[in-house]
């Protein structure tokens, strides 16, 4: 695949995570199982044809991002789970961290692929 069209996957994750909803669980469940299943069948299953600095540093972005998606349902099952208002705010909290460091890996790879 094109280091453009890879720039493209990307662009197009960082959207759906940017848009997740953050109103509705059920909602966001969906939401963040399409993301989950965009991210499988485009991006892990690209073919990095890169050099090598620049191949490793893009499997590990994937890798690392797909280790935070598969923790994001996770959290969001504890959130709705939550009946304390503390435990609430601390499980969005954990899930938001999980959501930007994830919005993170995707700006790095899309930095790393344009330069």
């Given at each position: 695949?094109?280091?453009?069209?890879?720039?493209?996957?990307?662009?197009?994750?960082?959207?759906r995570?940017?848009?997740?909803?953050?109103?509705?669980i059920?909602?966001?469940?969906?939401?963040?199982?399409?993301?989950?299943?965009?991210?499988?069948?485009?991006?892990?299953?690209?073919?990095?044809?890169?050099?090598?600095?620049?191949?490793?540093?893009?499997?590990?972005?994937?890798?690392?991002?797909?280790?935070l998606?598969?923790?994001?349902?996770?959290?969001?099952?504890?959130?709705?789970?939550?009946?304390?208002?503390?435990?609430?705010?601390?499980?969005?909290?954990?899930?938001?961290?999980?959501?930007?460091?994830?919005?993170?890996?995707?700006?790095?790879?899309?930095?790393?692929?344009?330069?």
């Amino acid at each position: 695949m094109l280091p453009s069209e890879q720039i493209l996957m990307w662009q197009q994750l960082f959207t759906r995570l940017s848009d997740l909803p953050s109103d509705s669980i059920p909602e966001l469940k969906v939401s963040l199982r399409q993301t989950i299943d965009f991210f499988e069948s485009e991006i892990l299953t690209q073919d990095l044809d890169l050099p090598e600095p620049l191949a490793g540093k893009i499997r590990s972005y994937a890798t690392e991002s797909y280790r935070l998606l598969r923790l994001l349902p996770m959290d969001v099952m504890f959130m709705a789970a939550a009946r304390n208002p503390t435990t609430v705010r601390q499980r969005r909290q954990a899930y938001q961290e999980k959501l930007t460091l994830s919005l993170e890996y995707c700006q790095a790879a899309i930095a790393s692929l344009q330069s």
